[in-house]
């Protein structure tokens, strides 16, 4: 009687891993792709000027991407960096009035994915949802420009959260290997923006923080303070995920 009740517990728990193991799906990988700036993230030079955008243009990114799914439910992490520039006329009304901006992106999230496996082929649909945490930092360098000097200065880092948007669609080689394709939608600074205010300012002040929300002290005819609005921080990702299943 014992052994036969070991013997149960025994093929029960042979059982119960091999199914866990069927269902719970790990997978991880480099990940690459295209990251276009939106809203007010993009834009031309004059507008980086004139503090309604920051006027930037694509960059490549690059990171790393793990998922686990359990049916059709499961989690998805990833850390992802992607440098953006561009460089134009600064003020329309000046010749030779020229600006150089980059900013530098360095984002992680954190979400849930919904995916549907369609039978007897090796894709899989997902859609995805995601907390987002991201670091902005970058340059400026003014040429020509009225009320601000011809120097390059530095863009203070700052943290941000927002939430991310995504569809994709994962296709199977083998048992071990995923191509991830995905079409993602950030909003980094949903949850947080900020201005920082300087003591008897001058209008360079103005782009040496992020200030995404409005110049408290903005006034149309004051030079000083262009930011009259706050601005919505947006990327569109294109990524390819190289995944190794576990």
């Known amino acids: 009687m014992k052994i ?48 309604t955008k920051y ?48 900013n530098s992106l360095f984002m992680f999230s ?7 496996t369609i039978p007897f082929t090796p894709v899989r649909p997902y859609a995805d949802l995601d907390l987002i945490f991201s670091t902005i930092s970058g340059s400026f360098k003014y040429q020509g420009t009225p009320n601000v000097s011809s120097d390059q200065r530095d863009i203070s880092s700052a943290t941000r959260t927002g939430l ?8 199977g080689f083998g048992k071990t290997f995923v191509l991830d394709l995905s079409i993602r939608y950030n909003l980094h600074n949903l949850f947080s923006k900020s201005y920082t205010v300087v003591t008897n300012s001058n209008r360079i002040d103005a782009y040496t923080s992020l200030n995404d929300d409005a110049d408290p002290d903005f006034n149309a005819s004051d030079v000083k303070h262009p930011v009259g609005s706050s601005r919505t921080i947006a990327t569109i990702q294109f990524q390819v995920g190289l995944l190794f299943g576990f």
């Open 4 to 51: 036969t009740k070991i013997f149960l517990l025994i093929s029960l728990i042979i059982f119960s891993n091999a199914s866990f193991s069927q269902i719970i799906n790990i997978k991880l990988g480099p990940a690459f792709g295209l990251t276009t700036p939106s809203v007010d993230y993009s834009g031309e030079t004059q507008d980086f000027y004139a503090g």
């Open 55 to 102: 006027g930037l243009k694509s960059g490549f990114n690059f990171g790393v991407m793990g998922k686990v799914n359990l049916g059709p439910i499961g989690g998805r992490a990833a850390i992802s960096y992607v440098s953006m520039s561009n460089n134009g006329t600064a003020d329309p009304n000046t010749p030779n009035s020229t600006v150089e901006v980059k």
């Open 164 to 171: 991310g948007f995504a569809v994709g669609s994962e296709v």
């Open 110 to 116: 954190l979400g849930a994915e919904f995916g549907i």
